[in-house]
């Protein structure tokens, strides 16, 4: 059943990062489908492998946590910075959930942007 989970959530990572990156790229083109598929083309070789491993590695080490819940907090990775959105439950949900993505090896810095709900 983990292994089920933890390749669901590897997947949505994955996808999350490519498609946004390919709707940003779809977005800023007006048409030709020529043009279109080379830019969309063009986005996904932009997708920093690193990133998009390190991305993988720190919600692994956020789903880890207790009270932590993935699905509610969003993570981006850019040159090994990661900012944190979303929401968590607690003010110290928020200092594990920061520090859990602060010890993962290759992060840089964290970006806390999270809000604690009331």
């Given at each position: 059943m983990k292994r089920k989970i933890a390749a669901a959530l590897l997947a949505g990572i994955l996808a999350s990062c490519t498609s946004q990156q390919a709707t940003q790229t779809e977005q800023q083109v007006s048409h030709g489908t020529t043009q279109s598929f080379n830019a969309v083309n063009g986005a996904l070789k932009k997708v920093d492998a690193n990133d998009a491993g390190l991305k993988v590695r720190v919600t692994?080490?956020?789903a880890a946590q207790a009270g932590a819940n993935v699905f509610r907090i969003g993570?981006?990775?850019h040159a090994g910075v990661v900012t944190l959105n979303g929401t968590v439950p607690s003010p110290q949900v928020e200092q594990t959930v920061v520090h859990a993505a602060a010890?993962?090896?290759?992060?840089?810095?964290?970006d806390n942007r999270l809000k604690v709900s009331s």
């Open positions: 692994a080490a956020m993570t981006d990775v010890g993962v090896p290759g992060v840089r810095r964290v």
